[in-house]
C-alpha cells in the first residue's frame, strides 16, 4: 500500500457528520465523508458511486490538526458562528422571487413564515493533514487527480475554499506522510494539537463514534458508523 497524502488548510472550514438543517454543526477535524466528497470532486466522480465507496471503506484514513502557535504555544480558534436567515426578503408575489422561499416537501408553503432560521458553524484558520492508505496506482491517480480537479474542491463546504495546495504526493508509508506534513506545518508556524486514527485503540485519549462513512451519495446519501481514537 501507499499514502496520499492531502494537506487541507483554509480561512474557514467545516465538517458536519451529524449537522440538521437548522444548526449546521462541525467537527474539529475533517469527516470521512468530506475527504472522499472531495476526492470525487478532484476527479470527477458523480453519482452514487457504490462501489468505489465500498472499496474506499477497506482503507485507513489518519488526520492531524495543526494550530497556529502563539505566545509558546498551539491552541484551535473558537468556532466561528454564522447566522443566516434563509427564504427572506423575497417578493411572494413575484413569479421568479417566490421560487426561493423555502417549502414543504409536497412543495407547499410551511405554516407561518417561509423564512427559515439556520445556524452554521465553521473552524477558523486551522490545517489538517489526511493520510489515505491506496493501492499505488490508485494513490498515483488521485495525487494527479487534485493537481489536477475536475470541479472545484472546497473544504467541507462550498463557501470554504483552501489557502493552499491540497495534493502533496504519494509516500511508501504512513509515517513519511505525516513527517512531511509536520515539517510543513513548522515551516507555516503551527504544530501539531490532535491526532485522529481509524479504530478503537487502547493508547489513546478518547473514543468516538461517527456515522460519517458513505454508502451512497448523490441526492439520496446513505451513511454507516465508525470508530475513531483520538491522540491530544
Sequence with gaps: MSVLLLWLEGPLQSWGADSRYGNRTTLPFPTRSGVLGLLCCAAGRSGEQREWLAHMATHTQTVRTYARQEGGGAKPPPLLVDFQMVGSGYDD???WQTLMVPRTSEGKKPVGSGAKMTYRHYLQDMAFACALELPPDEAQALAEALDHPVWELSLGRRNCPPSDRIGRGVFAAEADALAAADALAAQKGRAGVLTVR????????????LRDVPLRFGPVKEYTERQVTLYR
Design 198 to 209: 481509524d479504530g478503537a485503540h487502547d493508547d489513546g485519549d478518547e473514543v468516538w463514534t
Design 93 to 95: 408575489g413575484h413569479p
